[in-house]
Structure formats: structure tokens, C-alpha cells
């Protein structure tokens, strides 16, 4: 049973996140509250999605009369936070369909190179039998180009050994069809396109090393697209030419799709 203002309710348990339920616990609570720096009787709301079998665009005056609150997603989910002891009581409004908890999610980019066996590459196998007995391969040597929004330049991990040093960009090429206001390449209004080269060529300076991209010591040419497939055809033909005519080896991503 579910106590909300003393009304006792039997909730719809097949509707809540085990781990709403888990966060519900004194233990939990008194655990999280003092991490918070607040007392334990100030209990903090438990944030979570709650996803709507419909749209109900009177949800948010329904969870504020709670205690909580809700922002509006798209139709059918929300986000928010409510009061620990309502997750059982929100569950029985038909509209929603799910209570899901919060999760907490942290950079990964460490994992994904012993995944692929980036690591074994960078590291070099020399105890190897020929044609496997190769020195440790970073990407020294070799151009990675990226067409996409751009870069920020500003970003450490895109100089030699941080902010006051060489940009490792040799090349970069803007869409004569961007507003002037957005046709410089190492800007990037959208942030994509630095994710995407901090993965292939991000050397992981601002971490120490501990987020690298699989091909750190390379150089980077950039293509700011955008986005007609036309301007992105034109970006790497652009791209392969700086290549060729410096006569380096060069990958160019496209991290794009189209419908």
C-alpha cells in the first residue's frame, strides 16, 4: 500500500521503475541526502521520465500539486521530479503508462578502445609473429578528416599538448552555402562535429590521456557542411585533394544519415 496526504492507495507496480522503487528506501534516502549536504527529513524529490500512453497537457498542474515537477518532452514523456513517496500514486493515473528513474551516465570514450582492440593497435604487438610484429600505430603520419559542423578549435584536446600550442587542423574547408555568420570551420555551432572528431583524433589532453580518440597523433582536416548531400560530396572531394596533394594517407568520416 501507497500513502499519499493519509489516503492509503495499492499502486500499479507494473508500471514503476524497480529502481523508483529502490530510491523510495530510508536507506537510499538517508544515503543521497547526505551526499546532498542537506538534512535527512529535507527528503530530495527523485527525478524521473514519466511516459504517457497519451498526451495530457494538464500532467504538469497535476504533478506540481504534488510537490514536483514536469517538463514537457514531447506528447508522451515527460521529465521531472517528484516526491519520493508519489511514484506509487502517480502509477495509478490512467494517462501514464510508465515511471522511469533517473540514471546517472558518464563518459565511456575509455572503453570503446579496448572494445575494438584500439589499445592493441596503439600499443603494438612486437612480440608477434611477421606480418603482426608492428610498432604501436596513433596515427602519426596519417590525415583524419571530418565532415560535419565544424570544430571548436578552442578545444585542448585539438592542439599538440593544449591551449598555447600548435592546432593539429592543417586544412579545413566551409560550404560557400553557410550564412557568413556560421562559415567558420573551427566554430561549431551545433557541437556535433567536435564529439565526432574528439572519437577518431582527440588526443585527450584536457583528461590526461584517459578519453583518447582511436587516432590521437593524427592530423585533422575539417569540412563544415551544410548538410545537402551535394555540399558534403564537395567537402570530402575537397578534403582528399589537400590529401593527395601532400601526398599523406587519409580516412574521412561522415557521421550522417539521411532519410
Known amino acids: 500500500m501507497a500513502s499519499l496526504s493519509g489516503m492509503e492507495v495499492a499502486p500499479d ?18 544515503a543521497q541526502t547526505r551526499v546532498a549536504g542537506v538534512r535527512e527529513q529535507q527528503q530530495l524529490p527523485l527525478p524521473v521520465f514519466v511516459h504517457l500512453r497519451s498526451g495530457n497537457p494538464v500532467l504538469p498542474g497535476k504533478i506540481r500539486s504534488l510537490g514536483g515537477e514536469a ?28 515511471i522511469e528513474a533517473d540514471r546517472l551516465a558518464s563518459p565511456l570514450l575509455d572503453f570503446s578502445g579496448p572494445v575494438i582492440s584500439a589499445d592493441t593497435v596503439h600499443t603494438g604487438l612486437p612480440a608477434w609473429p ?6 604501436g600505430v596513433t596515427g602519426a603520419g596519417v590525415f583524419v578528416g571530418v565532415v560535419d559542423s565544424g570544430l571548436s578549435g578552442a578545444h585542448p584536446d585539438f592542439h599538440t599538448a593544449g591551449m598555447g600550442t600548435p592546432l593539429r587542423v592543417l586544412h579545413t574547408y566551409a560550404s560557400p552555402q553557410l550564412p557568413v555568420s556560421q562559415s567558420d570551420p573551427l566554430a561549431d555551432e551545433d557541437g556535433h562535429g567536435t564529439h565526432v ?7 585527450g589532453f584536457i583528461s590526461s590521456e584517459t578519453y583518447t580518440g582511436m587516432a590521437q597523433d593524427a592530423d585533422i582536416l575539417i569540412g563544415k557542411t551544410s548538410f545537402f ?31
Open 13 to 30: 507496480l507494473r508500471k514503476i521503475d524497480p529502481l523508483v522503487l529502490v530510491s523510495e528506501e530510508p536507506a537510499i534516502v538517508a
Open 71 to 98: 517538463v514537457k518532452i514531447h506528447g508522451r514523456l515527460y521529465t521531472g521530479a517528484i516526491p519520493r513517496d508519489a511514484a506509487r500514486y502517480v502509477s495509478l493515473w490512467p494517462e501514464v503508462a510508465y
Open 130 to 135: 611477421p606480418p603482426f610484429d608492428v610498432d
Open 197 to 203: 572528431t574528439g572519437i577518431a583524433a582527440g588526443n
Open 229 to 259: 548531400t551535394s555540399d558534403i560530396v564537395n567537402a570530402v572531394s575537397d578534403l582528399l585533394t589537400f590529401a593527395e596533394n601532400n601526398n599523406t594517407p587519409v580516412g574521412v568520416n561522415l557521421s550522417l544519415g539521411s532519410t
